[in-house]
């Protein structure tokens, strides 16, 4: 650490924050908590991907991680290829000056190290690449805190996140799935940790009391077009989850339920929009959720969700709801597994809507007990929390770790 006991740590967080995706921004709002409450005299900003939001939002400065505005869209055009190609070389320079200027840099959860959703090589896997490296080659520790990976196909991508590994100075992950896909790269995890999602660090806000059953139910959705493996065929595996859940809706509607639809990013929207569309009922609402706090309201006043998105799923099991997964990645598999409910599960890819029913169904015949198991499972989950920032604070602020140790040893000498 470069700072000493007179000058505040300088605390950057790095992420696509601020971008319209609700889990991301609960992850940074979870380390933003953990830093006020134990760190308060830290000077945190932030490098990311939509820096007034983030700056509206959480009160400090931000910083745009791409110099290009462009970066996303696609480049057909010589003069967008240009600027995207210059991009790449200025963003070099724009992260190392960034970087420098912190003791600390926090990558707070998301899932950084997996290529589960459509990615490309020369997008935000190498923006993290920069980051990493620049932090070896500053002095600056570099922490993935938190974070989620799974195995990569492509070969470009898999070389730029196995180094981002090795180059970072921390490394936590999110599921047990997560630390074996990147000691499979070649990454040496033999001092990494698994500790639950930072989003469950989040407080739970006080929610409505549950209808009268038969009550509502949250159905969470996504604009699922497969993995970065199934580009050649997303159109088609987008239509059979639209169709299928569609069809979940519609059913749940014939038998009087009202169904509330739950996204956790801006391009979910026209899914949503398409099943209004298609079930044109009243029963039928959008839920406006602007943050995780208010899907965890909405789901725990609902008497079960039926969820795609990963920080959906999390939202409703941190509330207690009994929950069934419309699964996309193994990561949804293994969080259910570990808050008890592994065998709700169906997959995104094949949505098959009768199968779902009967899922549901028996979902619902063991909501009693589904929710004690919740209540259990989420007290485990809040104890490995703590350990996970008190894990963190030793790493990355050592002077306060080593002063925190003396006070507790300190109070249990004058204890009788």
């Known amino acids: 650490m470069r700072s000493t006991d007179h000058t505040p740590v300088r605390v950057g967080v790095f992420g696509l924050l601020g971008s319209g995706n609700l889990g991301n921004d609960g992850s940074l709002e979870a380390v933003l908590g953990h830093l006020r409450a134990e760190h308060p005299e830290a000077v945190v900003d932030a490098l990311c991907g939509g820096p007034e939001a983030v700056t509206a939002r959480y009160g400090i400065p931000a910083t745009r991680l791409h110099w290009y505005r462009g970066e996303y869209r696609t480049a057909s055009r010589a003069g967008a290829v240009a600027a995207k190609g210059l991009g790449?070389?200025?963003?070099?320079?724009?992260?190392?000056a960034w970087v420098r200027r912190h003791d600390v840099v926090i990558v707070p959860g998301m899932g950084v190290l997996e290529a589960t959703l459509p990615l490309r090589p020369w997008g935000f896997p190498y923006a993290l690449f920069l980051l990493c490296a620049s932090g070896r080659l500053t002095g600056t520790r570099v922490a993935l805190v938190g974070v989620g990976a799974a195995p990569i196909g492509n070969r470009a991508t898999r070389a730029l996140v196995r180094w981002s590994a090795r180059l970072a100075t921390y490394r936590s992950y999110r599921d047990t799935l997560s630390r074996d896909a990147m000691r499979a790269?070649?990454?040496?995890?033999?001092h990494d940790e698994v500790y639950p999602d930072l989003a469950f660090a989040l407080p739970v806000p006080q929610a409505d009391t549950p209808p009268d059953s038969p009550g509502t139910v949250c159905v969470g959705v996504m604009a699922f077009h497969g993995s970065d493996d199934d580009r050649a065929r997303a159109d088609e595996i987008h239509r059979r989850y639209l169709e299928g859940t569609t069809r979940f809706v519609r059913t749940l509607v014939e038998e009087k339920r009202p169904v509330r639809l739950l996204t956790g990013d801006?391009?979910?929207?026209?899914?949503?929009?398409?099943?209004?569309?298609?079930?044109?009922?009243?029963?039928?609402?959008?839920?406006?959720?602007?943050?995780?706090?208010?899907l965890v309201k909405e789901t725990a006043a609902a008497d079960a969700v039926v969820a795609t998105r990963y920080h959906n799923l999390i939202c409703a099991l941190k509330a207690?709801?009994?929950?069934?997964?419309?699964?996309?990645?193994?990561?949804?598999?293994?969080?259910?597994?570990?808050?008890?409910?592994?065998?709700?599960?169906?997959?995104?890819?094949?949505?098959?809507?009768?199968?779902?029913?009967?899922?549901?169904?028996?979902?619902?015949?063991?909501?009693?007990e589904l929710r004690r198991t919740l209540a259990e499972r989420n007290l485990a989950v809040a104890q490995r929390l703590e350990h996970q920032f008190t894990a963190l604070t030793a790493a990355l602020f050592p002077a306060a770790g080593r002063i925190r140790s003396h006070a507790h040893a300190h109070l249990q000498q004058e204890t009788p």
């Open 88 to 96: 790449k070389v200025v963003d070099a320079f724009r992260t190392a």
């Open 320 to 368: 207690g709801t009994p929950t069934l997964a419309l699964s996309y990645a193994a990561k949804s598999d293994a969080l259910m597994a570990q808050m008890g409910l592994g065998t709700y599960c169906h997959p995104a890819r094949e949505v098959d809507a009768d199968r779902l029913l009967a899922q549901f169904r028996e979902l619902e015949g063991r909501s009693a």
């Open 185 to 190: 790269t070649g990454v040496d995890t033999a």
């Open 266 to 294: 801006e391009c979910d929207t026209p899914v949503v929009a398409a099943i209004l569309d298609a079930v044109d009922s009243p029963l039928v609402t959008a839920a406006e959720a602007a943050s995780l706090a208010d």
